[in-house]
Structures are given as C-alpha cells and as structure tokens.
C-alpha cells in the first residue's frame, strides 16, 4: 500500500473524509479537507477524546494527498527519532498520539527540529493529541511555542443522535441498510463507543452475510449475545 513506512505503518482501508460523520465538526473537518489540497494553515493542532475519531481523520488526510506520512507515536516503542530525518519533503506529514512522547528529551528535540524544517520546506503538519497543546506536559519550552503556531481544532464527541447517523454511514459504505431501530437498540446495549460499536457493526455485517439475514433486532441478540 502507499503511504508506508519502513517498519510497515498502512493506512486502514476504510479511513476516508466520506466515511467520517462529522457531526458538530464540520469546521475541523473542513479545514484538514483544505490543508490535504494543498490550501489553508500549514499547522494544525487537532485534539479530542478517544473516540472522536482523530486517527481517521489524519489517514483520511493521507488518502486524499498521496505524497504524505502517517506516524502514529502510540507505536513508539517501534520508532525511532531518527525516522523524523527528511520528512520535510513530504507534502504533509501526520503526527498521531502526541502525547506518547511528552518528557522524552530526545523524541521532543526531533519534533521541534521537524516543525523547523517544514516551516522552512513550505510544506504541511497535522499533530493530535487528546488533549490541547498546554495540557500536554512537554517539557520543551520551543516546542510547547511551535505547538502553537497554527490552528488548534477541537473535536467534539458525537450525541447519540449522531452515533446512530455514524453507525448509519458505516453500514451504507459497507453495502447494506441499518434500521433506525437495530441502530438504536446496538447504542442502548452496548458500549457507546464509536471505534466498539464499528466492530461489532462489521462482525454484525460479516454474520449477516454468511447467514443470509437481515439485521434485526432478534439477530443482533443472537450474534452478540445482548440481553434486554
């Protein structure tokens, strides 16, 4: 696949702008839309609660510019700072879970050293973090400024009303219909998060298929396992 690392980074085959409900953050949606075309800030800090859908976003960014690297840092223990070395060149480079990092003096100089570069290269640069850039707890005082220099966007968790539309979107990219009910049902009974109830929808999808039955409630219960 494209947009892979050495060590074997690929992007999720269904991380997509059109995949994305955006709900309440069209703007932040909009504006990462705007920075994969090439137009817009050339920093962005984008940060949210887990389940906000921040790592698709900045995949779906990679899918819409090909010359662009996704590093997600929670695989740290995986990489090395050095990998930081020339990823100015690209034309936008995505940096995932950001707070791994906070208090490592070495990975902290790396980040800095790139944001420097890529000012410098005219190119782009996408950080997310669950948090926003002061709660981080880099102890870099020139990164904690750099972090800064940008557009800070705020992802907000969807309501139920708009998981239902999320989990709704899903099904439709995946070829088959969600009723209102069965997607109701799946948020009342099971966990509400967004990256859970996406699995469960595919394994749903998947048992669907083999079976060669509709999603209703009585199936739902049987292949999940969910009481009233």
Not at 56 to 79: D, F, M, R, T
Not at 134 to 158: F, Y
Not at 219 to 227: M, N
Request: aromatic share 8%; hydrophobic share 40%.
């Amino acid at each position: 696949m494209a947009h892979q690392l050495p060590l074997g980074i690929t992007l999720r085959d269904n991380a997509a702008f059109e995949n994305y409900f955006s709900g309440a953050n069209g703007e932040a949606v909009f504006a990462l839309k705007q920075c994969a075309e090439g137009r817009g800030e050339q920093f962005i800090y984008l940060w949210g609660t887990q389940g906000t859908g921040k790592s698709h976003l900045l995949q779906a960014v990679c899918k819409l510019e090909k010359n662009a690297v996704y590093l997600p840092l929670s695989e740290k223990e995986s990489l090395v700072p050095d990998m930081l070395e020339g990823l100015e060149s690209m034309a936008i480079v995505c940096i995932d879970d950001m707070e791994q990092i906070a208090g490592d003096p070495e990975w902290e100089t790396a980040v800095f050293n790139l944001f420097n570069r890529v000012r410098d290269s005219g190119n782009r640069l996408i950080i997310t973090d669950n948090v926003k850039p002061a709660d981080l707890g880099i102890k870099l005082p020139d990164l904690v400024s750099r972090l800064n220099w940008g557009l800070t966007l705020h992802l907000q968790l969807l309501n139920d009303e708009g998981k239902l539309s999320a989990l709704q979107l899903r099904a439709v990219k995946r070829g088959f219909e969600l009723p209102d009910n069965v997607g109701k049902y799946l948020l009342s009974r099971n966990t509400r998060d967004l990256s859970s109830l996406f699995d469960l929808l595919d394994q749903l999808d998947e048992a669907s298929l083999a079976a060669q039955r509709k999603l209703t409630i009585p199936f739902v219960k049987e292949v999940a396992g969910l009481r009233d």
